[in-house]
Structures are given as structure tokens and as C-alpha cells.
């Protein structure tokens, strides 16, 4: 009696089993043919859709952890690192790993990609991208009961090998994308008699459709709105929303709604326009949420090297501006030969009146603000140096040999920093040599080196000949760039003068002002303005590149047009991209401008934190009115 009883509450028992084995099994497979979701699939849309492979333009890696359900013991995480990198002729390749766990089951898994960008009118875009990889599935079966060697689950194995695969196709225009993915191309049963599962083609079990847009308010501000639609044969169809706001392109903050999920929050922080570090806090599902606790996922991407020139299309999170920093700086270099232009044809005009006379806005013989390793020419003579510049060819110069100075000789320029000078001398067909005092940066100067080839020389119409000295320099990524600096070449006996006394050629203490006492009532030296809390106020005049009525902070003062764009430029080098140069009739100079606005308290408070930084200490506030 009690054998037959043993045995009923045995085949209970394994009846029971057996179904749990179903009922975990049945979760198990649904799970697994889950595509992954993410929160912060905005950084890298490439784990959503291999065709995105390449779009940051650059080499790109991005990690992300996501732990889900806090409150919950051995809820599901997921780690997940990506890569991907556009090759020439459109081609893009990446390559991703990721490792999940979701109670007894574990899956890790790599995949390779290839992408491919289709042109279609340099304003329109398709994108093509497949993935394929394998991975291994660890059950826990030994969780499950005590007799693990029932013979009811003895077929089954503990770990078994699957193959994954997705696709997927994009169109872009400007900011704007849509597309969709195929995210699991074969199915497969985690839980397998089998070593290898046998993979099962079923493209559209899963799909995912993606837009989004980016819209720029201002070169500072921008907002990103994404929409997703999930499609799925094996769990309920999903919608999600997400709305992204770019502040100052250094940090963002957002928020989702995905449905059956909750409310997301999302927050960021970008780094030299290289490191993106994202966080997200998921509140979870509001009928469940205070039993599971929230979900978080932290995302890291990172830039690798420079921008590839040959990627022909490229649309990034971490690089969000308008404008790339590449295009930021050719724009800034063609609004350069703008301004070029127009003042070698307004010269040519007043020469074709017969006007011999040098017009009022360059006719002063006042030495330039900016230090240099030669006298400063007056603005007449910058200007012609500066048409026959945009016009007179350049020769090669190898001839140029780099000499080293017992002692570094070294200044401290107007702006209070350390400089070092880096000396060339050529040997003329005469015993007389010719010498080049090129003033570079102390902190710098470690960091550079002169080439042994590919100087450049240039003869101006008034005589002056300008090297251009080749540098080299490696770059944080330990790539060699290549730099061109001009400079006067000068005679032996005004190097010896430079050696002697470095700081001669700085702008003397007792500084003539120049300008129009009709314009202005305001004639203190720039160094007194820099001490000074004082705005300088102005009537706008009549030069061709005259600043606008407005509120400026003023972080340089140059009597010479191409000096104040070399300055404007290495600002902008160094982060400052508002960064332009405009003329004052009233003072008789070129002024770099760092900063704008109608609001002249905010322009003071700039100010005032620009004063705090090394490059800015000397920034003072000038005023312009009709």
C-alpha cells in the first residue's frame, strides 16, 4: 500500500515537474527570441540596425550595462560592447559582443558586420547593413529540482551553440532618419537535446521601425525626438518615444515613454566632443514598479583617432553641433578668404578711382597688439602683404636648417603666457644669412618639431619674404600632423636684437592709441581696459568689416586683418567656436570676438568668467550703437 502510494506521489510530482519544465521553457524561448531593448539606443543606433554601422564618421566604440529590476535577486543585466568603423567606397564594418543573464538561462554571443552607403545626390542617403554571429546558450537545469538526474530531463542539455543574424536599411536626410531592422533572422530553442540548434529562417518574427530628427534651435541648443514601433509574432506588438534636448552640445537631458514600461529618464554629459556618458533610470511598469524597483543602464561611447575623411556621410550623437568641427573650421576658413576678397576688391576699386591715398581705416603706422618674432608692419603694408598672400605662389624651401640655441630664449606675450622661440637660419649667395624667429607656445614647444623638409617660401610684391616653417606634432591619439607657420624672415643683426631682448618686440607699455574722436570718447589702452570693469562704448562706423550695433566681449585687439584670423582660429582650436573677428572705426582695430549679445548684463557676467581662464585673462566689453 505505501509502495503504491511512493509511486502516485512520484508520478505527481514528475508530472509537475514536467510541466514547469514547460511552462520555464516556454519563458525561456520567448526571451531568447526577444530582440534586447535598450535606453539609450540613441548614442549607438547601431545596436539596433547594423546598416548604422560607420555613421559616427569615426572609429567608434561604445560599452553599456543595463541591470534590470533592482529590487529583484538574479534579475536580468546585460553588458554590451560595440564597434564599428566606415572604410572607404562606402563600406562600414563592425563587430559586437554581449553577455545576458536572465535567471537559470545565459547567453553570450559575438557577431561581425558589414554596411554598405549608398550616395544618392549628396543631400539623400540609403544605408544597408547585415550581421551575422553565433552564440552559446547555459541553462541551469540543476536549479530546477533536486533529482537532477531524472530521466524526464536527462535529454537536455546544459549548453548549446545557436547562430544569430540581423539586417537592416535606413534613408537620411540631413537630420533626419528612418528605417527599419530585422533583428533576429533565425529562431532557436535555447533548451535543446542538441549541441548545435538547428537554425530556423524567420526574418519577420521581428521587426523594428525607427525615425527620428534633430532639430537645431541654435548653434547652441538642439532637440531629438525619436519614435520606435517593435513588431513581433512571439510577445505584444510596442511602441516607444523619446524626446532628447542638447544644451550647449556638453550635456543632455531626456525622457522616454515606452509602452508597458513607464517613464524614462535620461541624462548625459559629452567631452571635447570625443566622450559621450549617458545614464537612464527606468521607473518600470507603474502596476508593478514598486515590487520590481527601476531598471538603470549606463552607456560610454568613445571616438577613436580623427574624423575619417573619406566617410561621406555622418550622423552623430556625441558630435551633435550643426556643423562637424571639420565643417566648422572650413566654413570659418572660407568666411576667411571672404573677408580677403572683399578687401583686395575694395583696394582695387579706390586704385581704379585714382585715389592714391591709403583710406583712413589703415593709415596708421600703430604697432600691433599681437606679439610677433618680427617688427609689426603698419596695417597699409599688412594689407598689401595680405592680398599678395591670397595671390603669389609658394616654392619649396629646403634649404632651411633648424638651429638650437645654447639657452631657449623665451618672452612672455601680451596675454601673459610663456613663449619659446624656434630659430632657422638659411645661408644667402652673400656671407649675410637669413633668419627665421618663429614664436610658438612654451608648453608646446616640447611637443614640436621642425621637419627636415617641406618648408615653404613666398616673395611679396613689397619685398618682404615670409617662410613657412613645417612642424610636426603628435596629436593625443599618437598621430603626426603636419603645421605651417609663416613668419618674416628677418636679418642676423635684428635676430641678435631678438636674443638680447626677446620682450622688445612685445607692444609697448606706452601704447598710441589711435581711432575717431567722433566715434568715440574712450581711448584707454587695451592693457587699462583689461584691469577695467568698464564697458567701452562706440558709434558704429563705415569699414567694409565693421562689427554690428550689439554687446561684445573682446578677447584680442589687432591692428593687422591676418593676425587677428590666426588668433580667432587658435581660439577656436581651443573650444571656442562663437569665436569671429570684426573692425572698430572708432579704435582703429580689429577686434577678435569671443562672445555676443543683446543683453549687456549677460555680456559682462561672460566676461567676467572668461577673465578666470589663462588664454582669456586680459577680455573686456565693448559696446556699438548706430
Known amino acids: 500500500?505505501?509502495?503504491?502510494?511512493?509511486?502516485?506521489?512520484?508520478?505527481?510530482?514528475?508530472?509537475?515537474?514536467?510541466?514547469?519544465?514547460?511552462?520555464?521553457?516556454?519563458?525561456?524561448?520567448?526571451?531568447?527570441?526577444?530582440?534586447?531593448?535598450?535606453?539609450?539606443?540613441?548614442?549607438?543606433?547601431?545596436?539596433?540596425?547594423?546598416?548604422?554601422?560607420?555613421?559616427?564618421?569615426?572609429?567608434?566604440?561604445?560599452?553599456?550595462?543595463?541591470?534590470?529590476?533592482?529590487?529583484?535577486?538574479?534579475?536580468?543585466?546585460?553588458?554590451?560592447?560595440?564597434?564599428?568603423?566606415?572604410?572607404?567606397?562606402?563600406?562600414?564594418?563592425?563587430?559586437?559582443?554581449?553577455?545576458?543573464?536572465?535567471?537559470?538561462?545565459?547567453?553570450?554571443?559575438?557577431?561581425?558586420?558589414?554596411?554598405?552607403?549608398?550616395?544618392?545626390?549628396?543631400?539623400?542617403?540609403?544605408?544597408?547593413?547585415?550581421?551575422?554571429?553565433?552564440?552559446?546558450?547555459?541553462?541551469?537545469?540543476?536549479?530546477?529540482?533536486?533529482?537532477?538526474?531524472?530521466?524526464?530531463?536527462?535529454?537536455?542539455?546544459?549548453?548549446?551553440?545557436?547562430?544569430?543574424?540581423?539586417?537592416?536599411?535606413?534613408?537620411?536626410?540631413?537630420?533626419?532618419?528612418?528605417?527599419?531592422?530585422?533583428?533576429?533572422?533565425?529562431?532557436?530553442?535555447?533548451?535543446?537535446?542538441?549541441?548545435?540548434?538547428?537554425?530556423?529562417?524567420?526574418?519577420?518574427?521581428?521587426?523594428?521601425?525607427?525615425?527620428?530628427?534633430?532639430?537645431?534651435?541654435?548653434?547652441?541648443?538642439?532637440?531629438?525626438?525619436?519614435?520606435?514601433?517593435?513588431?513581433?509574432?512571439?510577445?505584444?506588438?510596442?511602441?516607444?518615444?523619446?524626446?532628447?534636448?542638447?544644451?550647449?552640445?556638453?550635456?543632455?537631458?531626456?525622457?522616454?515613454?515606452?509602452?508597458?514600461?513607464?517613464?524614462?529618464?535620461?541624462?548625459?554629459?559629452?567631452?571635447?566632443?570625443?566622450?559621450?556618458?549617458?545614464?537612464?533610470?527606468?521607473?518600470?511598469?507603474?502596476?508593478?514598479?514598486?515590487?520590481?524597483?527601476?531598471?538603470?543602464?549606463?552607456?560610454?561611447?568613445?571616438?577613436?583617432?580623427?574624423?575619417?575623411?573619406?566617410?561621406?556621410?555622418?550622423?552623430?550623437?556625441?558630435?551633435?553641433?550643426?556643423?562637424?568641427?571639420?565643417?566648422?573650421?572650413?566654413?570659418?576658413?572660407?568666411?576667411?578668404?571672404?573677408?580677403?576678397?572683399?578687401?583686395?576688391?575694395?583696394?582695387?576699386?579706390?586704385?581704379?578711382?585714382?585715389?592714391?591715398s591709403q583710406p583712413d581705416t589703415v593709415g596708421s603706422n600703430t604697432p600691433d597688439t599681437e606679439a610677433s618674432g618680427s617688427n609689426t608692419p603698419d596695417t597699409g603694408t599688412s594689407l598689401k602683404r595680405l592680398e599678395a598672400a591670397a595671390a603669389i605662389p609658394t616654392e619649396r624651401a629646403d634649404d632651411w636648417n633648424h638651429r638650437e640655441e645654447q639657452e631657449p630664449v623665451t618672452r612672455t606675450n601680451q596675454f601673459g603666457e610663456e613663449e619659446t622661440g624656434i630659430r632657422l637660419e638659411k645661408q644667402g649667395a652673400s656671407e649675410e644669412k637669413s633668419i627665421v624667429f618663429s614664436w610658438v607656445p612654451s608648453s608646446e614647444a616640447e611637443n614640436l618639431s621642425v621637419a627636415d623638409k617641406g618648408h615653404l617660401e613666398r616673395q611679396l610684391p613689397d619685398g618682404t619674404k615670409e617662410v613657412g616653417i613645417k612642424y610636426e606634432k603628435i596629436n593625443p591619439e599618437g598621430e603626426t600632423e603636419h603645421i605651417i607657420k609663416w613668419d618674416r624672415a628677418i636679418s642676423e643683426n635684428q635676430a641678435e636684437l631678438i636674443v638680447s631682448n626677446p620682450d622688445m618686440t612685445e607692444e609697448q607699455h606706452e601704447q598710441i592709441e589711435k581711432g575717431n574722436p567722433q566715434l568715440t570718447e574712450d581711448f584707454r589702452t587695451h592693457e587699462e581696459l583689461a584691469n577695467s570693469k568698464d564697458v567701452v562704448s562706440t558709434i558704429r562706423g563705415s569699414h567694409l568689416l565693421e562689427l554690428p550695433a550689439g554687446n561684445f566681449v573682446i578677447g584680442g585687439a589687432f591692428s593687422v586683418f591676418d593676425n587677428a584670423v590666426n588668433y580667432s582660429d587658435e581660439l577656436f582650436l581651443e573650444g571656442y567656436h562663437d569665436t569671429f573677428v570684426g573692425y572698430s572705426s572708432a579704435r582703429g582695430y580689429y577686434y577678435v570676438v569671443v562672445f555676443q549679445s543683446p543683453n549687456i548684463n549677460r555680456v559682462k557676467s561672460k566676461r567676467d568668467q572668461f577673465r578666470k581662464r589663462n588664454n582669456l585673462s586680459k577680455a573686456w566689453v565693448l559696446e556699438v550703437t548706430e
Open 1 to 356: 500500500m505505501r509502495k503504491d502510494s511512493n509511486f502516485r506521489f512520484y508520478r505527481s510530482a514528475r508530472s509537475g515537474f514536467l510541466i514547469l519544465i514547460g511552462i520555464i521553457g516556454n519563458f525561456i524561448t520567448a526571451s531568447a527570441q526577444q530582440p534586447q531593448v535598450y535606453n539609450q539606443f540613441f548614442m549607438n543606433p547601431y545596436i539596433y540596425n547594423p546598416a548604422y554601422a560607420g555613421v559616427e564618421g569615426h572609429a567608434t566604440f561604445f560599452l553599456t550595462h543595463r541591470n534590470q529590476w533592482a529590487n529583484i535577486e538574479s534579475a536580468p543585466t546585460l553588458s554590451d560592447f560595440s564597434f564599428h568603423v566606415p572604410l572607404k567606397g562606402g563600406v562600414a564594418i563592425g563587430a559586437s559582443a554581449f553577455n545576458i543573464t536572465q535567471g537559470l538561462l545565459e547567453t553570450s554571443a559575438v557577431k561581425v558586420t558589414g554596411s554598405y552607403l549608398v550616395n544618392i545626390d549628396r543631400t539623400h542617403f540609403l544605408r544597408f547593413g547585415m550581421s551575422l554571429g553565433a552564440g552559446i546558450n547555459s541553462v541551469n537545469l540543476n536549479e530546477l529540482a533536486d533529482a537532477a538526474g531524472d530521466p524526464a530531463i536527462a535529454g537536455f542539455l546544459d549548453e548549446s551553440t545557436f547562430f544569430l543574424g540581423d539586417f537592416g536599411m535606413t534613408y537620411h536626410f540631413g537630420h533626419f532618419n528612418v528605417g527599419f531592422a530585422l533583428p533576429n533572422l533565425f529562431s532557436y530553442n535555447p533548451i535543446t537535446q542538441t549541441e548545435l540548434s538547428s537554425p530556423e529562417f524567420s526574418p519577420v518574427d521581428n521587426v523594428l521601425f525607427k525615425m527620428n530628427y534633430r532639430g537645431h534651435v541654435s548653434d547652441d541648443f538642439a532637440f531629438e525626438p525619436h519614435l520606435i514601433y517593435r513588431y513581433s509574432s512571439v510577445i505584444p506588438h510596442q511602441y516607444e518615444a523619446v524626446l532628447i534636448a542638447h544644451l550647449y552640445h556638453i550635456a543632455w537631458v531626456g525622457g522616454s515613454y515606452r509602452q508597458d514600461s513607464g517613464i524614462i529618464g535620461l541624462a548625459g554629459a559629452k567631452i571635447k566632443e570625443k566622450i559621450g556618458l549617458g545614464f537612464s533610470y527606468e521607473l518600470g511598469n507603474p502596476n508593478i514598479s514598486s515590487q520590481l524597483g527601476p531598471t538603470l543602464e549606463v552607456t560610454l561611447g568613445y571616438h577613436l583617432g580623427t574624423k575619417k575623411e573619406h566617410a561621406e556621410h555622418v550622423s552623430s550623437f556625441i558630435k551633435s553641433h550643426r556643423l562637424s568641427a571639420e565643417e566648422r573650421a572650413k566654413k570659418a576658413e572660407l568666411e576667411r578668404e571672404r573677408q580677403l576678397a572683399a578687401l583686395k576688391e575694395s583696394r582695387n576699386q579706390q586704385e581704379n578711382a585714382g585715389d592714391e
